[in-house]
């Protein structure tokens, strides 16, 4: 499967985005799926995740009741939806798909990969 993201910008502290990864070649509905971002000079780390099924979704607690995972597999498609954004959300953002239905926050689970979109926050 390839993976398309697509969705960063430049916006305030406190606005909202909507990043989407749309996959071609497979259908998603195959796949765990997740969202992670690096931040100049940090390690890639895992904000969001879904199960191939969609009933279980996992936030890290920097994002937890601010970003929402979903799919939408009839589109092909997930997205992230991030709400109240902070200057520390300011990350390159890639989409990952796995070939398992849980998911994990080890990027080496992780089967392939979205080439990014970066999203930057100013205070």
């Known amino acids: 499967v390839q993976l398309q993201a697509s969705g960063g910008g430049l916006v305030q502290a406190g606005d909202s985005l909507r990043l989407s990864c749309v996959a071609s070649?497979?259908?998603?509905?195959?796949?765990?799926l997740a969202w992670f971002r690096q931040a100049p000079g940090k390690e890639r780390e895992s904000i969001a995740r879904?199960?191939?099924?969609?009933?279980?979704?996992v936030y890290a607690d920097s994002v937890k009741g601010r970003f929402t995972i979903s799919r939408d597999n009839a589109k092909n498609t997930v997205y992230l939806q991030m709400n109240s954004l902070k200057p520390e959300d300011t990350a390159v953002y890639y989409c990952?798909?796995?070939?398992?239905?849980?998911?994990?926050?080890?990027?080496?689970?992780?089967?392939?990969w979205g080439q990014g979109t970066q999203v930057t926050v100013s205070s």
């Open positions: 070649r497979r259908t998603i509905s195959e796949y765990a």
């Open positions: 990952a798909a796995a070939r398992t239905i849980l998911t994990a926050p080890n990027p080496n689970r992780y089967d392939y």
């Open positions: 879904i199960t191939r099924g969609g009933g279980i979704t």
